[in-house]
């Protein structure tokens, strides 16, 4: 084992280097790029033993991706933002083969205004397509979710794929320290991967994702699908206490951070996660009862260990990171839905922050906790606040001045004049 | 915490100054976090990046708003209003500025009120490695700064750098090179100040029609014009004496920059030639010099 500096990306390559990948194939997008050159590197020095193709597009990547995992062989692939959404048809089509293939998908905000910064609007969208999904808030998280991820989509009783989050630049890009294991270690927690179901061997002909026609047979398919990806839940305790039991490292379906006595509660997920511990520090600092879960599984969703952390809550916010437009935070729709049949229940609240990689800064932080406090003393939540701060409203401001949509007239392609600001008032 | 931030053009060696830092901070047991923030990245654009170091685990992530001290790799980045090395800068902070100028000289013209450190390292590294990659400098020069000791120092350019580096002598250079820039600086302590925290509320968005709020630019010629020329920090210089006009140059300018005279000679247009060195490289016979030059406009 040791223990050096890592990117989210380069821990991501050590992951799959360390369960030695049989196949990758590979279409660049930022910020995952380095992912694939990390292996290639390896592949071309001959440290691993791993076939590579790059294909023409996020598309075809996904679908050699299924393909080869129906042959029997372990696979791993990588994209982002975008590139998941361009290869979209095809996640619901090799979930349904049930291969078990890993893939990473590296957060950036959707296309447009396009940018480069994350948000996990391309990771929910695909929320529904069969692949379980785990998201990280460490480098060491990403390394350890690779083997986390083979063991759970190769169990008998899950096959079906795993995408691995990270955030793009905050985690892709930062480098903190990483205890890279022995490969001794990681084989015994992760053996080869043997395929009972799906592969490809002489004299042995299966047909594999043949059709059905008639809803009975579509359902019954997907219900299996469903029933293999909420038995997950129990696979993954599993998978996780023994990745404890041999790395010192555990990973919950959920993890808490000062929750056991906590009143009011921040739900979060992924690298921003970080930002609000140290908000729930500061707000224990000023004697407020604060705690934080993060969301780690997203699929299947961890029903059971959300209740439990927050029924006893006065107040709970949820920061999602994503915005449904016509609708509002997503992960605030899917945990509202756990809690509106429970009879003891906080007051849930929904604030949208951190699209597109911007900050939540600490007044950002204040600023819900006040909110959950009000709640509490009113008994009612605004849904959703959407996190904005004067400083950026007023570099907006100048902005828009820049383009044209400043405190003064401008004529439109047709020639016709409008004044701006009246427009702009509310 | 320490946070300290970097600043430098693409190519220049700011990212592995700030990796240097990182993984010397974290050898001698610190916890530690280094990142680089860069656009769409081209050799010679600023770019800045990042180290945080610290005793406790730390709980922050993203650029360094407010910094305990900054390394400026580029004395004409201090000018560039894409940069602003100094931003944020906190009240006891220290700036380190690659320049042949001195301190009290950088201070009055840049207006700098907390303590400036200088010292030509693009000069050093010309001279001990031959090549003006100031990462290794950099980074001996941040260590000493932060006050980390030489052997971590060492340690983590070997590792740093021998990833990058094949060539086993270029990289005892630099390992020389960082060790005479550590020696070069004076220890200091940084004292760690709170930041300059300015109050910024949590507003309402209002609603803006679509002729606001989409992503449509109505005025034309708003993007001021950015002369690639500002990013140089070698010039290309034409021997005509030994130049044989096989135009070698004209076609590998990454930029389209290099023309041909009345007499056929080839010249560049130094407003917009970003001093990437791949004509002086590429010359068959040497009639390109790359000279280094200091200005900021
Ligand atoms: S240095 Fe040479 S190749 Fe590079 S931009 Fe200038 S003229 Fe072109
Ligand atoms: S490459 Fe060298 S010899 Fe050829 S035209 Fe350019 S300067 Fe002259």
Not at chain 1, 47 to 65: G, N, P
Not at chain 1, 401 to 422: D, F, L, M, P, Q
Not at chain 2, 270 to 279: A, E, F, H, L, P
Request: hydrophobic share 40%; aromatic share 8%.
């Amino acid at each position: 084992m040791i223990k050096e500096m890592l990117t989210g990306n380069a821990a991501a390559a050590w992951g799959v280097r360390l369960a030695e990948v049989d196949y990758v194939p590979a279409y660049p997008i930022t910020p995952q790029t380095e992912i694939i050159e990390m292996l290639a590197r390896w592949i071309s020095n001959g440290d691993v033993d791993t076939k590579f193709v790059t294909l023409d597009s996020e598309h075809s990547m996904i679908t050699a991706a299924g393909a080869a995992s129906a042959t029997g062989v372990r696979v791993f692939t990588a994209t982002s933002s975008q590139g998941l959404l361009y290869g979209f048809e095809m996640l619901y089509t090799v979930a349904g083969w049930r291969v078990p293939l890993v893939m990473v998908n590296v957060s950036r905000a959707l296309s447009s205004p396009i940018t480069l910064e994350p948000d996990h609007n391309d990771i929910l969208a695909a929320r529904d397509a069969g692949f379980l999904q785990i998201h990280c808030e460490t480098c060491q998280e990403v390394l350890d979710s690779v083997l986390i991820a083979y063991r759970l989509a190769e169990d008998e009783r899950v096959l079906l794929p795993v995408l691995i989050n990270m955030d793009g630049f905050h985690l892709s890009f930062t480098r903190e320290p990483v205890e890279v294991p022995d490969r001794e270690q990681v084989v015994r927690f992760l053996p080869p991967y043997r395929p009972k179901h799906a592969f490809f061997k002489a004299s042995q002909p299966m047909a594999q994702g043949t059709a059905v026609i008639g809803g009975s047979g579509y359902s019954y398919f997907k219900y299996q699908m469903h029933f293999a990806s909420m038995g997950a839940l129990d696979v993954y305790r599993e998978v996780s206490e023994e990745f404890g039991r041999l790395f010192g490292r555990s990973y919950n379906t959920t993890e808490g951070y000062m929750i056991d006595d906590a009143e009011y509660i921040l739900i979060m997920t992924n690298s921003f996660s970080t930002l609000g511990k140290a908000a729930v520090k500061r707000a224990r600092e000023k004697g407020v009862k604060a705690g934080l879960l993060r969301l780690r599984l997203l699929r299947p969703f961890p029903e059971l260990g959300i209740k439990e952390a927050i029924r006893k809550a006065k107040a709970v916010a949820i920061v999602d990171q994503n915005i449904s437009v016509g609708k509002g935070g997503i992960l605030y729709s899917e945990i509202s839905s756990v809690m509106y049949n429970e009879k003891e229940r906080p007051l849930l609240l929904s604030f949208i922050g951190g699209l597109g990689g911007k900050t939540i800064s600490s007044e950002e932080f204040e600023f819900i906790f006040d909110r959950m406090i009000e709640a509490v003393d009113t008994g009612v939540g605004k849904v959703p606040y959407l996190l904005y701060t004067e400083m950026e409203w007023k570099e907006m401001e100048k902005l828009k001045n820049v383009a044209g949509k400043g405190n003064k007239n401008y004529s439109n392609c047709r020639g016709e004049t409008h004044n701006i600001t009246e427009h702009g008032k509310e | 915490m320490l946070r300290l931030r970097f600043h430098g053009r693409g190519g220049q060696g700011a990212k592995i100054a700030s990796r240097i830092l990182g993984t010397a901070a974290f050898f001698e047991g610190y916890y530690a976090q280094d990142f680089p923030l860069y656009g769409a990245e081209r050799r010679g654009a600023p770019i800045s990046a990042f180290t945080r170091i610290s005793k406790e685990p730390i709980l922050e992530r993203g650029i360094i708003a407010e910094p305990d001290s900054v390394f400026v790799l580029d004395e004409t980045l201090l000018d560039d209003p894409h940069a602003h090395p100094l931003s944020g800068l906190k009240e006891h902070g220290i700036v380190f500025v690659n320049t042949a100028r001195s301190a009290v000289e950088l201070k009055d013209t840049y207006k700098i009120s907390v303590q400036v450190i200088t010292l030509d390292i693009t000069k050093i590294s010309l001279k001990m490695l031959g090549k003006p990659i100031l990462s290794a400098l950099a980074g001996g020069i941040a260590a000493r700064i932060v006050n980390l000791g030489e052997d971590s120092l060492k340690k983590s350019i070997e590792k740093e750098l021998s990833e990058i580096i094949t060539e086993k002598e270029f990289l005892l250079k630099n390992k020389e090179a960082s060790q005479y820039c550590f020696h070069a600086i004076k220890p200091i302590e940084i004292k760690i100040a709170k930041g300059i925290h300015k109050a910024n509320p949590v507003i309402t968005v209002p609603f803006e029609t679509a002729l606001i709020s989409s992503p449509t630019i109505y005025t034309t010629g708003n993007t001021p014009l950015r002369k690639t020329g500002n990013w140089r920090v070698f010039k290309p210089v034409w021997n005509y004496d030994i130049c044989t006009k096989c135009m070698v140059c004209v076609v590998r300018c990454p930029d389209a920059c290099i023309s041909v005279n009345e007499d056929g000679y080839p010249y560049t247009d130094y407003d917009n030639c970003k001093g990437c060195m791949i004509c002086v490289e590429e010359c068959p016979v040497k009639a390109i010099e790359g000279m280094r030059e200091a200005h900021a406009w």
